[in-house]
């Protein structure tokens, strides 16, 4: 069975430094990979997405993700945060490979520090 | 709405009645997944439809959860039997097509007196 890992239950960042949030993932075969956004006392908003093709995904709100197969990771990263990017992300993954369900990680919550 | 709509937006009961809780995904999304969320945690996987039928159930955490989705497009989650543990905001999603990004409701609050 598929699982996600985020190793980190919070990240801390000043304000116009780049930002990383961690995850790795096992999959017996093929994965679909995908980051969320929760803001408070909202629903999950998606972000990007990796299915196949180039390693590193552009998505929503200048955010990036690069998919690493040899380290089975899918970091998600932007050059220069914002406050407004404080909330909680949730990485999640697909194997596509046997048509299976998409499994979430615990979540890492961001705060951009003022 | 063009959005995936959960009802009710919260509800209260007491330990050992029946609960109903609906979702009314995006038109024309054929995938329909059932998430419970307790706080400070990830979506936890409940069940997980193509078109009609469930195509994995395996998270459903006993038999006092069931899940229908009749039509291939409005699904209903049912909870006999509550308890205080199953408290939790329970979260509906749905997309275009199996491979496709999931577009989330704003989730049904259940609190379990």
């Known amino acids: 069975a598929q699982s996600v890992a985020q190793p980190e239950d919070q990240v801390n960042v000043a304000e116009g430094n780049p930002l990383t949030v961690k995850c790795t993932y096992s999959v017996s075969g093929n994965p679909y990979l995908f980051w969320y956004v929760q803001y408070p006392n909202r629903g999950l908003q998606f972000l990007l997405k990796?299915?196949?093709?180039?390693?590193l995904v552009k998505g929503s709100y200048g955010f990036e993700a690069e998919f690493n197969k040899s380290q089975t990771s899918f970091h998600l990263k932007k050059p220069s945060a914002l406050v407004s990017d404080s909330a909680l992300y949730f990485c999640a993954v697909r194997d596509i490979t046997r048509d299976d369900k998409i499994i979430f990680g615990k979540g890492t919550r961001l705060h951009i520090l003022p | 709405g063009a959005g995936v709509s959960q009802t009710p937006s919260n509800k209260v009961t007491e330990k050992g009645k029946y609960v109903e809780l609906r979702c009314d995904p995006i038109s024309g999304h054929t995938a329909l997944y059932w998430y419970r969320q307790s706080l400070g945690q990830g979506p936890e996987f409940l069940i997980y439809f193509q078109g009609t039928g469930a195509a994995d159930d395996s998270g459903l955490p006993n038999d006092r959860f069931f899940a229908v989705r009749p039509e291939g497009s409005v699904s209903t989650l049912k909870i006999q039997r509550t308890e205080r543990g199953d408290s939790a905001v329970y979260l509906c999603?749905?997309?275009?097509?199996?491979?496709?990004?999931?577009?989330f409701g704003e989730g049904s609050r259940l609190t379990v007196l």
């Open positions: 990796y299915i196949t093709g180039d390693n």
């Open positions: 999603a749905s997309s275009l097509q199996a491979i496709g990004e999931l577009f």
